[in-house]
């Protein structure tokens, strides 16, 4: 199984920071972020690990170059322009003819290995995709892909799974179907990169993921697992912080 590890982001909710720290090589305890979410990837199973970087971005390489340990497992792609996540996924596409996980390099999650139990959850359900969730409160529901479950959203608790029936994109709270969003990690088929190569730009002018997850849905199956745990986003400074304190003691 391959995993796509998109790390090839400006990172400018993170400046000056970032200017010449990408945001994935940030600490958490004594290892980088990045390194944190290959071993997850790791422990799911992967064994091709694919991380999308940009040519600012050649630290992380030099960072995994000089790991033994993992030397011949990871290997790189380039994204030459930020067009968005959808995008930096597909520049991995080539040789990928299985289900791909794929794990935001910004995004680590609390709790029981998530990418671990969304392969457990495609298994059970005949090779499905499956994409995390997560609960967001109501101000930042506007900001997210928000999810529609099968039978009632609300009555789904944490550490479940159940088949997705409908995505909206940045919804009004007014319009949105529930307060699931979709968070940091994906298990796709490989179908998705023939909707990505035909995807338009979406949100941002940029060839957003969940778009194309949004057509993937309307041809196959595809499953949300509801973290037990917390998705923490080290995009930013606050969830930077954030995530230092839920991992303390743990990486
Ligand atoms: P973000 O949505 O946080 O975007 O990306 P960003 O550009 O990195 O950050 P800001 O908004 O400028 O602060 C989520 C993940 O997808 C990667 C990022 O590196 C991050 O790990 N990404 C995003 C890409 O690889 N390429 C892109 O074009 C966009």
Redesign the pocket.
Known sequence: MTAI???????????PA?RVI???MLPIGAKPAIHCIVEEALAAGADDIVL???EE?EIIRRYFEGDETLFGKVRYVY?R?????G???LQAAEGVTGSALVL????LVTGPNPSREMVAISKANGGASVVGLERVPPERVSRYGIVALEGRAAACGAGDAARIVDLVEKPKLEEAPSDLAIAGRYLLSADIFSLLATQTPGHGG??QLTDAIRRLLATQPVFGYVYPGKRQ?I??PQGYLKALEAFNGIV
């Open positions: 590890i998109p790390a090839a982001g400006k990172g400018t909710r993170f400046l970032t990408p945001k994935e999308v970087i940009s971005k994204q322009e930020q067009r968005g996540l995008h930096a996924v935001l390099g910004d995004a940029e060839i986003d995009g930013n």
